[in-house]
């Protein structure tokens, strides 16, 4: 029957498949529920097959949000035998994701990187490839995030991406920046036509109240005729349900029983549901439901006709009749537990520990492959189903610290914790507890002491020396943060201790982690090739939580490089909602590692990001690294003003908190300003601060940060011995050893001390050193001071020369004069080039906007940028163009040389 009314709708269908069978692409239908959108998808499947396409479609189903990868299985199953043909690491990853196979649960992206290349194959070997899914806001979280993924990667190849969504529902491909049609409601002509064909003795004032009421949706026009007057309907919606709960309710027992199973399996496979419950094969066995109208025959067995009939279906049934049928689904599917798991959860009438347990080890899955709301779910549903009260607040405690630690809850922690404690009140001094609840003391009010505290007595409550205690070694993670951030060393010897205890070793990387990141100076070295290989290891790593965390071992010993791809997968993933706390925590490396590697406006952009999730989600805390980072590229900038007010920002939160680190990176902050300010007497009060000269104090990771500064600070400020005593202490720890940045750092601070050329030479030249641009810089900057001290004019004007190369390019101005003073010194008259005057395209857009009189907030509103950004920008594009005001911007750019 032609579609009334749709012709423009069809026509785009047509062309779209058409395109998609010879070069791919995607398009994504929304619109009301009711309004067409799966008879449009299924005139497309036809057009498809027709044309000679394959389709493979999907749905998603309201009753399966928590069964990770359920709509994926339900589409691939078809070409499940093709898995095989993939590589290994493709095909591993997808078997067990749809729980055809058995092992680790694998990368999100790589899982999603194979169900595209599953799809290209099938397309490249065969007829052209239709993927065909409705109901997008029900889809499992997994299913949608690998469908989105696949959806923007399929142009150039034989396959097409065609979904529904509903207008009223948000899904994860809302945003996904896919083609999208809009199906609007049906125009009054063919509305009154749909209506006449399907009601043609309808009377004429019945028409119009229908038509009404309609408002252009075809399923109401289609079925309010016959439904029955229902006064507590308030919408054609709610007449509508109450209309096919009716039809269901005249349907024989045995097809309600056979409707309910497909309801809450998701498919409509008589082979599945045969297994399930016994039913007989075929459409034949649903004659009543077909003629009722409430299903529809399809090539592999049924499908409801509308997802409101499924709902109905459910809502028609007694609470035993469900739990039957989740329990009689549950045994066909052994295969696969963690939908087993759920299934028997819906079937319990009282406390279970077999069906706790597996919902436990469905939530470690779920963590696994980084979905945090549904393995809180399945923690928290374990502890309904606990019969002990000790274990119902254990499951509890763990969830609220599973929200706070990656799901990005912590706001609900609180209350989760209260709950564990009336479900147990001797749970108090759990480690679940204790984690939980120190993990929100230092995230919301920064109590370092108190975290401290409840965690020490928790660990020693539990005496134990399990390494393969989950809890136990979490509960340690946890305590090595708290020890970091209280930063005082007589806080670590707890941590130490229970660390040693573990039998028969620490797990890896909280070796790694108290090693690099707790005093790397006194005990990186003996980790770092194990660390290496993790780190050369991390592609095929899923776990956000074990991915950050190698991020943090990483990054005082300068390994981040290796980790960033990872962690770009982690923040995506917490982009579409997925582990947020973990997404921060990328967030906070990636934005520190751009700082240090010159790559600050994308540094600025991940601040930026940081703090907006940091707010939205209560880890405050967490804000200032980030601040931090900000703080740093204003320092290096010169933008005294930004650098002094973030510094005080954190320096106000923290000190009440005694959160000692923050107030060492705010010394870091001034000490970099002092520098560029050549004020060499403050940034050596700022150092040393931070530790001693000639002292790399336990426990302050951050020293090493300022071994070059420290030395260049005690040299200009005449303070000789106590540069000799720090440029040993390096010498004596092997710093230069613990990565290529340090070894730069650590050759200039010799140099600067022994008036060596050779020094300053191996100290540049040190493999890959040239990733840290800045330091790099500054290491050339010093030795060419040197050399013109010398007399060695030439050699001196070379490094002079490429050191204010990069600060120029880094818009690091305090450092930019510096070297120009010193180029000056050597008789050099290099004048402020054109490439020294260029701006990125990013300011020359900012500059230009400024100059015709906009405000920043006007700027940042129309480039989509926050006003801070374009107030650094205007900073630091006004030294460029040697001005002090945006009065005289329209005059400094027209004066701007044209071309290259």
Request: proline residues 5%.
């Amino acid at each position: 029957m032609r579609l009334l009314g749709r012709d423009d709708e069809l026509a785009q269908l047509r062309a779209f498949v058409a395109g998609a069978m010879e070069s791919g692409g995607s398009l994504l239908l929304s619109g009301e529920p009711g309004v067409g959108k799966s008879a449009l998808l299924r005139a497309a499947c036809d057009h498809a097959v027709g044309a000679g396409a394959r389709v493979l479609s999907a749905a998603g189903v309201e009753f399966e949000t928590d069964l990770s990868f359920s709509a994926l299985n339900q589409l691939l199953l078809p070409i499940s035998g093709e898995i095989g043909h993939l590589a290994a690491a493709h095909r591993d990853a997808l078997t067990v994701a749809l729980g055809l196979g058995e092992g680790s649960p694998a990368d999100r992206l790589v899982v999603s990187t194979a169900v595209l290349l599953l799809l290209q194959r099938v397309a490249g070997h065969g007829a052209a490839l239709l993927v065909v899914v409705d109901d997008l806001p029900w889809l499992d979280r997994s299913s949608a995030e690998v469908l989105r993924f696949v959806a923007r990667r399929l142009v150039g190849t034989r396959a097409g991406f065609l979904a529904a969504g509903r207008t009223d529902e948000e899904s994860l491909f809302d945003h996904a920046g896919l083609p999208a049609m809009v199906v609007e409601p049906l125009g009054t002509h063919a509305s009154a036509e749909l209506l006449s064909r399907c009601y043609p003795a309808l009377p004429s004032i019945a028409r119009r109240g229908i038509l009404a009421q309609a408002q252009g949706n075809p399923l109401a026009l289609m079925e309010l005729p016959v439904a029955e007057y229902d006064p507590t309907a308030d919408s054609a919606r709610g007449r509508l349900r109450s209309h096919f709960a009716a039809r269901v309710g005249r349907l024989p027992g045995r097809e309600r029983r056979l409707l309910l199973f497909a309801a809450l399996h998701g498919s409509g496979d008589p082979r599945v549901l045969a297994a399930a419950g016994g039913e007989p094969d075929g459409i034949d066995a649903l004659a009543r439901a077909h003629q009722l109208g409430l299903v529809r025959p399809t090539r592999g067995g049924f499908d409801f006709r509308h997802p409101l009939i499924r709902s109905a279906v459910v809502e028609a049934s007694t609470g035993r009749e469900r739990r039957a049928a989740h329990e009689r689904l549950a045994e066909g599917l052994a295969d696969q537990p963690e939908r087993q798991a759920w299934h028997l959860a819906a079937a319990a009438t009282g406390p279970d520990e077999r069906v706790a347990r597996l919902l436990v080890r469905a939530s470690r899955w779920a963590l696994g492959r980084g979905d945090a709301a549904n393995a809180v779910a399945a923690l928290l549903r374990a502890a309904e189903l606990s019969p002990l009260a000790a274990d119902r607040g254990r499951r509890v405690a763990e969830a609220a610290y599973v929200g706070a630690d990656v799901a990005g809850r912590i706001r609900s922690v609180p209350g989760l914790l209260e709950d564990s404690r009336r479900l147990d009140p001797e749970l108090r001094s759990s480690l679940e507890v204790a984690v939980a609840a120190a993990y929100v003391l230092i995230n919301d009010e920064g109590d370092v002491d108190t975290a401290h505290r409840l965690l020490v007595k928790a660990i020693e409550a539990r005496g134990g020396r399990d390494a393969t205690d989950r809890a136990l070694t979490e509960a340690l993670h946890t305590l090595l943060t708290v020890c970091w951030f209280g930063g005082r060393t007589q806080l670590w010897a707890p941590f130490h201790d229970a660390l040693a205890r573990l039998e028969p070793n620490p797990p890896e990387v909280l070796s790694w982690c108290a090693a690099t990141f707790a005093d790397p100076v006194r005990t990186a070295a003996a980790v770092l090739d194990d660390l290496d290989a993790a780190i050369a290891g991390l592609y095929e790593e899923s776990d956000p939580v074990r991915i950050v965390r190698i991020g943090m071992a990483a990054f005082f010993v300068d390994r981040v490089a290796g980790c960033r791809e990872a962690h770009w997968r982690v923040v995506e993933d917490g982009r579409r909602g997925g582990a947020v706390s973990s997404a921060i925590l990328a967030l906070i490396h990636l934005c520190l590692d751009d700082v240090f590697t010159g790559r600050w406006e994308q540094a600025q952009n991940l601040a930026e990001e940081g703090l907006d999730l940091c707010d939205r989600h209560g880890y405050r805390l967490l804000r200032w690294p980030l601040w931090f980072g900000q703080a740093a590229i204003a320092a290096y900038r010169g933008n005294a003003r930004e650098a002094t007010s973030l510094t005080e920002s954190m320096i106000e939160w923290a000190a009440p908190r005694g959160v000692r680190p923050v107030q060492w990176y705010s010394c870091h902050v001034r000490a970099v300003s002092a520098l560029g300010e050549c004020d060499f007497e403050r940034a050596y009060h700022h150092l040393s601060a931070i530790s001693p000269p000639g002292v790399l104090a336990s426990h302050v990771p951050l020293a090493l940060w300022g071994v070059l500064d420290v030395v260049e600070a005690a040299l200009r400020t005449g303070r000789h011995a106590e540069a000799r005593a720090h440029v040993e202490a390096l010498w004596v720890a092997g710093v230069a050893g613990l990565s290529p940045r340090l070894a730069l750092l650590t050759g200039g601070a010799e140099g600067l001390l022994a008036d060596d050329d050779d020094l300053f030479e191996q100290a540049l030249n040190v493999p890959g050193s040239e990733r840290w641009p800045f330091d790099h810089a500054r290491v050339q900057s010093l030795y060419g001071e040197r050399l013109r001290r010398r007399g060695a004019t030439s050699r001196a004007r070379s490094h002079l020369d490429a050191a204010l190369d990069t600060f120029t390019r880094l818009h690091a101005r305090p450092w930019i004069e510096r070297a120009r003073r010193e180029l000056r010194a050597t008789g050099a008259t290099r004048r402020l080039t054109g490439a020294d005057r260029a701006l990125t395209p990013q300011e020359m857009r900012i500059a230009t906007l400024a100059a015709t009189g906009l405000t920043n907030k006007q700027i940042a509103e129309r480039l989509s940028l926050s006003h801070r950004t374009v107030a650094d920008h205007l900073y630091r594009i006004f030294p460029v163009l040697g001005i002090s005001s945006r009065a005289a911007l329209r005059d400094a750019l027209n004066s701007l040389p044209s071309g290259p």
